[in-house]
């Protein structure tokens, strides 16, 4: 996890900033090191703040741990969801905060936007 730090976010509570540069279609955050797959039972006793970490993905649950689950959302996302993980969508700079666009993501919860983007839709999920 070097790549990458967990601090203080403008967005939003914590956030992933990069700790190097990464360059275009590279992978961001890695997945199988940070996501666990769940039935909707388990689904069922989560939380609601545990919801908000849970997509419905290839007909599977899937809750993001650390550092995965700090990723905030942006209408203006650099980074987009891959089956390895988060892959940068342009060439991120060392210190910038890694961003995904949940709008297009089947989570659980409605959740009010922080983005702050000029591309603002308002609401995720």
Same mark, same amino acid.
């Given at each position: 996890?070097? !790549? ?22 590279e ?42 689950n700090y990723?905030?959302?942006?209408? !203006? ?10 892959v ?8 910038e ?20 983007s000029?591309n ?6």
């Amino acid at each position: 996890m070097k !790549d990458i730090i967990i601090k203080k976010s403008k967005i939003h509570g914590k956030g992933v900033f990069a700790n190097r540069d990464f360059k275009k279609g590279e992978v961001v955050i890695d997945y199988s090191t940070c996501s666990e797959k769940l039935t909707e039972k388990q689904v069922k006793k989560l939380s609601e703040n545990q919801k908000r970490y849970v997509s419905f993905i290839n007909g599977k649950y899937v809750l993001f741990k650390s550092p995965a689950n700090y990723v905030n959302h942006s209408c !203006d996302a650099n980074t987009k969801t891959s089956k390895k993980g988060d892959v940068a969508l342009r060439n991120i700079k060392k210190g910038e905060e890694i961003t995904g666009d949940y709008s297009n993501e089947n989570i659980l919860v409605k959740i009010k936007c922080k983005c702050g983007s000029k591309n603002c839709k308002g609401i995720i999920g």
